[in-house]
C-alpha cells in the first residue's frame, strides 16, 4: 500500500501513532515503527535528556524510521525540543502547535530541521495552518479533527480534511476518532493519504502504560468521554470518572478565570497518576478520544498496522452504489 505518505517518511503503511503524553513511550513507538507504521515519541514536553535517552531506546529496539514531536510555540520548550531532535538524529520531525502557524516562524525552525536531515510532519488544527504548514516546507500534514483524543481541536475532521484536500497538494493524513478500517477507508476516499491514530495504540498490548489504562478505554462507551478544562484554554477528552466530574462541577459553577486556576490544581499531574500509578477512578486522567466507544479489545501492535491495513484495502476494493 505503498503511497506518498509512506515514500516520504520510508515506511511500509501509511499510519501513525499519534504522540501521547506518558503513553507513546520507546517500547510503544518501537513497536509501531517496527511493524511499518511511525511510532511518535511523546515528547513535546520532555526534558531533553529524557527525549535523548527514549530516543535511543527506541534505536535498541528497531532500525526503522520513527518520529519525536514537538510544539512550535514560543518558550524555551521548543528549543529543547529541536535540538534534542537533531543532536539524536531523529529521522522525523512531529510538529505541533497549540496556536495559530506563524509562516516565518514555521519556515525558520522547518528549514532548521530539514537541514539537520529530519523529515518534517505538521499537524494542524485549521485550513489556514495547513496552508501555512506547506508555505513552509512541511513534508506531510495531518490535518486533527475534534474528534482527536488528548486535546479538543474545534474543527470537524470530515470538514477540516475535505477543506485541507483542496487547499494544499502536499500529502494530508486524517486524525480524529480513527479506529476501524472502515473509517480508514472513508477518508482515503476523502482524499486522505494516510491516518493517525492514539487512542487505538493505547490499547495495544505494547503500550507502556499501566493495564488499568487500557481497561478503561476498552470498556469506556462514547458518552463516558467529556471535554474537561476548557476554562484553561486548553480543554482535553478524558474518559469519565471523579476528577472529570469535579472539573466539569467547578466549570459550571464558577468564573472561567476562578475556573482554570482550580482545575490546573486539581488536574497537577493526573496524566502521570493514571499511566504510570493505574489509579483511575479518582485522581487519575486517562486522556481517551470518544473513539475508545470502538476499540472492544487489547490487541498487539501489528493487528493495529498490519491486519488493520490489509481490512483497510478490502474496504477500498468493495463496490458501493446508491442506484
Not at 15 to 42: H, Y
Request: include cysteine; aromatic fraction near 6%.
Amino acid at each position: 500500500m505503498a503511497n506518498r505518505v509512506c515514500e516520504i517518511l520510508g515506511i511500509e503503511y501509511p499510519i501513525i501513532q499519534g504522540a501521547m503524553a506518558w503513553t507513546s513511550m520507546a517500547p510503544l513507538v518501537a513497536a509501531v515503527s517496527e511493524n511499518g507504521g511511525l511510532g511518535v515519541l511523546g515528547s513535546g514536553f520532555m526534558p531533553k535528556e529524557i527525549i535523548l535517552q527514549q530516543v535511543e531506546i527506541v534505536r535498541s529496539m528497531t532500525k526503522k524510521p520513527f518520529a519525536a514531536n514537538l510544539f512550535l510555540d514560543p518558550g524555551p520548550q521548543l528549543e529543547v525540543g529541536v535540538s534534542a531532535i537533531i543532536e539524536g538524529k531523529v529521522p522525523v520531525a512531529y510538529i505541533d502547535s497549540l496556536n495559530l502557524l506563524d509562516l516565518d516562524m514555521a519556515t525558520e525552525y522547518y528549514k532548521r530541521l530539514h537541514d539537520a536531515g529530519c523529515k518534517v510532519i505538521a499537524k494542524i488544527n485549521y485550513l489556514e495552518d495547513a496552508i501555512v504548514a506547506e508555505k513552509a516546507g512541511a513534508d506531510v500534514i495531518i490535518a486533527k479533527g475534534v474528534e482527536g483524543g488528548g486535546h479538543c481541536t474545534k474543527v470537524s475532521g470530515r470538514v477540516l480534511l475535505s477543506e485541507v484536500v483542496e487547499h494544499v497538494s502536499i500529502p494530508v493524513v486524517a486524525s480524529g476518532g480513527i479506529a476501524t478500517a472502515r473509517q480508514a477507508a472513508a477518508v482515503t476516499v476523502a482524499g486522505a493519504e494516510g491516518v493517525e491514530m492514539g487512542t487505538a495504540f493505547m490499547a495495544s498490548e505494547e503500550c507502556p502504560v499501566h493495564p488499568n489504562v487500557k481497561e478503561a478505554v476498552v470498556h469506556a462507551i462514547d458518552r463516558d468521554i467529556v471535554a474537561c478544562g476548557a476554562s484553561t484554554g486548553e480543554p482535553s477528552w478524558q474518559v469519565r470518572n471523579k476528577l472529570a466530574d469535579e472539573m466539569l462541577e467547578i466549570e459550571a459553577t464558577h468564573t472561567k478565570a476562578e475556573a482554570a486556576d482550580m482545575i490546573r490544581e486539581i488536574s497537577q499531574g493526573s496524566l502521570r497518576i493514571a499511566s504510570l500509578e493505574g489509579e483511575v477512578k479518582e485522581k487519575g486522567a486517562v486522556l481517551a478520544g470518544p473513539v475508545a466507544g470502538l476499540i472492544h479489545e487489547i490487541r498487539p501492535v501489528k493487528t493495529w498496522i498490519v491486519d488493520f491495513t490489509e481490512e483497510w484495502k478490502e474496504w477500498l476494493k468493495k463496490s458501493y452504489t446508491l442506484f
